[in-house]
């Protein structure tokens, strides 16, 4: 059975993480579709490797900032990180500008399925947009 106290604290969890997103950056509910794109281009093999460059379209007016995480769909439980990368315009985040990324590298002869998830972060904090793309790898 549920006491008091840990179901106060479990509504008070669910509370924050609703309101906050899991990122800590507020998220409304019309933050912006946006598309990404990737290749692995020889970026893997190794948790060593740098990122791939990500290309990102229908970018929200107002993102200074691009929040960045990539998960692998068959090991949930590994994190491989991602990082932030500044919006210049271009739409680009280029091949190893996040800094806490590790490469993907399942155990050989495994393929596994990566997929990045991309938020667009105005001067508030707060998502505007978000993203997502996937591709197994090796492959592509």
Known sequence: MFTRKSLALLAALLLA?????CN???????????????TWNGN????SSPSPQLNIGNIPDGTV???????????KRF???GGTAVNDGTGVIPVGALKNYKGPQPPA?????????????????????TGTASHKYPGN
């Open 17 to 21: 993480l609703t309101a906050f997103g």
């Open 79 to 81: 994190d491989h990180g």
């Open 44 to 47: 893997g093999g190794s948790l």
């Open 109 to 129: 002869p495994e393929v596994h399925t990566y997929v990045f998830t991309v938020s667009a972060i105005d001067a508030n904090g707060q998502v505007i947009g």
């Open 65 to 75: 900032s691009f929040n960045v995480k990539m998960k692998d769909l068959d090991r």
């Open 24 to 38: 800590g950056a507020k998220q409304p509910e019309n933050a912006q579709s946006m598309t990404v794109q990737f």
